[in-house]
């Protein structure tokens, strides 16, 4: 890797008392890093104990004074580098550590890495891409959802969600000769179950043929479209089934995006406002009016692509919702929170 910094890079590098920033350089080149450290003579029997994220050192010298050189020279998407997203900038992040004792203890040093670049004109993170994947069947559409991590960069780590917090959830329909398709969701109702019964205690969420009546309850609503088969429904968490395993049921509808109505829309309520809003063309808000009544079930222009619409449904879970007072005592799992698609 050259030796000039690659433009528009920022790093940023703190570290314990004990090593100085003159002992490590850092660049940060276009789609990768190179770090060199420099290891006292003493701490040369521990080379294998300095790592950049996951990854050890990729090359190790003794200098002429009998201090050690580790050299890092890895890609971004190595190491267990996280990449943020924030404002105008793509930002990656790790951590040069020293671990002298077994991994399970804490590194006796840290030393953050942080490289900032400019976010791309129109880039968006690729899992949001909703062609990426393979459609079951010919001309099959395959439906996911999942709960996003709060940068909304990737897919979540854990399932616990404090009280209060917003759960970002990602749908979706691989549409491959179908397209173009709108992607709406028609109901979500929250259940302590991952089935749901006759008889079964819900929350619901999102009512009314698309009506996002968490909204006017909380502050949930829905995000602003990356593609129209992908919607973001960005959801506060509520104390419905607080501590319990509690399972998100959603009817999905893949619809012709020229055909909105009554009963085919996205809305939410904004409060700021005080009226209902719809996602796809907010001059058309006039279709969810009806959300303070019962809408109409069927739309006037789309009868004759009723019988090519697509509704499955698709169960998100399990999440625990926790008091941020008791989540340090709940010793839940973390296990996936995908759906694992809904193939039609």
């Known amino acids: 890797m050259g030796t000039q910094l690659y433009l528009g890079v920022i790093v940023v590098a703190l570290f314990a008392t004990t090593v100085t920033n003159a002992e490590i350089k850092v660049q940060c080149g276009k789609d990768s890093v190179s770090i060199t450290w420099t ?24 200098l002429p004074r009998g201090e050690g050189k580790a050299e890092f020279n890895y890609k971004l998407d190595d190491c267990n580098f996280k990449r943020l997203v924030k404002g105008k900038n793509l930002i990656y992040k790790n951590e040069l550590t020293f671990r002298p004792r077994p991994r399970s203890s804490p590194a006796a040093y840290v030393y953050p890495i942080e490289c900032v670049y400019p976010r791309p004109t129109g880039w968006v993170p690729a899992f949001l891409n909703a062609g990426a994947g393979v459609a079951g069947g010919r001309g099959g559409l395959t439906f996911h959802m999942l709960l996003l991590n709060e940068q909304m960069t990737a897919v979540a780590e854990t399932n616990v969600i404090p009280l209060g917090s917003f759960m970002p959830i990602w749908a979706t329909v691989e549409q491959k000769s179908h397209q173009p ?110 959300c303070a009544r019962t809408c109409n079930t069927r739309s006037k222009r789309g009868d004759e692509w009723e019988s090519n619409g697509f509704r499955p449904t698709s169960v998100l879970g399990p999440l625990i919702i926790m008091d941020p007072s008791q989540q340090n005592a709940h010793n839940a799992s973390v296990v996936s929170i995908a759906d694992q698609g809904s193939p039609v």
């Not at 290891?39 to 003794?62: D, E, K």
């Not at 006017?216 to 593609?227: A, H, I, T």
């Not at 406002?273 to 808000?285: F, G, H």
Request: include cysteine.
């Open 39 to 62: 290891i006292p003579s003493r701490m040369r029997q521990y080379a294998a104990r300095h790592f950049l994220g996951n990854c050890m050192p990729s090359r190790f010298t003794v």
């Open 181 to 290: 398709l709108l992607l709406l969701m028609e109901e979500c109702v929250a259940a302590t179950t991952p089935e749901l019964q006759a008889n079964s205690n819900v929350y619901p969420i999102i009512t009314n043929k698309g009506c996002l009546l968490d909204s006017v309850k909380g502050n949930s609503r829905f995000l602003p479209r990356y593609y129209s088969s992908a919607i973001i429904l960005y959801l506060q968490s509520f104390k419905f089934g607080l501590g319990e395993e509690v399972y998100i049921h959603c009817k999905l509808l893949a619809w012709d995006p020229e055909v909105l109505s009554e009963s085919k829309k996205a809305c939410h309520y904004v409060k700021e406002n005080e009226r209902w809003e719809l996602l796809d063309d907010p001059m058309q808000s006039s279709m969810c009016d009806c």
